[in-house]
């Protein structure tokens, strides 16, 4: 069973960064493809980014990593605004399918103005 746990998350002001990580177990790493989500308080999930690209709302500030060698991904988050206060979920999907089938526990990333 694939185990997918965050980290990184915290308090920052408006202008700082933030890295989360996820680290991945229980399945051959380079078999996931992997992504980033967000949810803020009475909205709904969101994409944030994976490999194969980012959400407008976060370009130019936000940047996804991936080391296999680490079972590893990471979110690079700069520049960050009261606006990205969420929790922070990574996902992993098994290569073929379409959507995201493993999830980890969120990490909650709160930015003040």
């Known amino acids: 069973q694939v185990q997918l746990v965050e980290s990184g998350g915290g308090l920052v002001q408006a202008g700082g960064s933030l890295r989360l990580s996820c680290a991945a177990s229980g399945r051959t790493f380079s078999l996931l493809a992997m992504g980033w989500f967000r949810q803020a308080p009475g909205k709904e999930r969101e994409f944030v980014a994976n490999m194969r690209g980012i959400a407008d709302s976060v370009k130019g500030r936000f940047t996804f990593s991936r080391d296999n060698a680490k079972n590893t991904v990471y979110l690079q988050m700069n520049s960050l605004k009261p606006e990205d206060t969420a929790v922070y979920y990574c996902?992993?999907?098994?290569?073929?399918?379409?959507?995201?089938?493993?999830w980890g526990q969120g990490t909650q990333v709160t930015v003040s103005s």
């Open positions: 996902a992993g999907r098994d290569l073929g399918r379409a959507e995201y089938d493993h």
